[in-house]
Each structure stands twice: as structure tokens, then as C-alpha cells.
């Protein structure tokens, strides 16, 4: 079974239409990921795990590990 920080970062590369990305790279510095392309990917991710990001927590969410450290919380709670 593929680990769930290995699933969203696939899952963020796909949306970003990027060949790879890495768990340290940042959303806008390294991956120029704009606002709507943020909105998606959250989007995206709350839809296929089942889970909400807190609209409050967004300005924290700088890397792709955060975003999976986001989900991971959020499949804790949930």
C-alpha cells in the first residue's frame, strides 16, 4: 500500500501537471503553484480523502508535506 504522504504529493504533482515533486518542495516557491491552482489542489485532496481543511490553516500550508500532515490530521479527527 502506497504511503498517504507519497499519495498526495502524486496527487499535488498530477494537479500541477508536474513529472514529480518532492515532499520539501514549496507550493509557490518551487512548484509556482498560483491562488486557484492552491484552491484546486485543496479541493482535490478534501474530496478524495474525505476530509476539510480549515480555510484558517491555508497561509500555513507552505509545503507538500504540510499538506499531507494536514490530511494526516485530518483522518485523525475525522
Known sequence: MTDPADQVRE?????????DVSLADRLVEDLDADSMDLVTVVAVLEESYQVR??????????????????????????
Open 11 to 19: 496527487l499535488v504533482a498530477r494537479q500541477l501537471g508536474l513529472p
Open 53 to 78: 481543511i480549515d480555510e484558517e490553516r491555508l497561509p500555513l500550508l507552505r509545503t507538500v508535506a504540510d499538506l499531507a500532515a494536514e490530511i494526516a490530521r485530518g483522518l485523525r479527527a475525522g
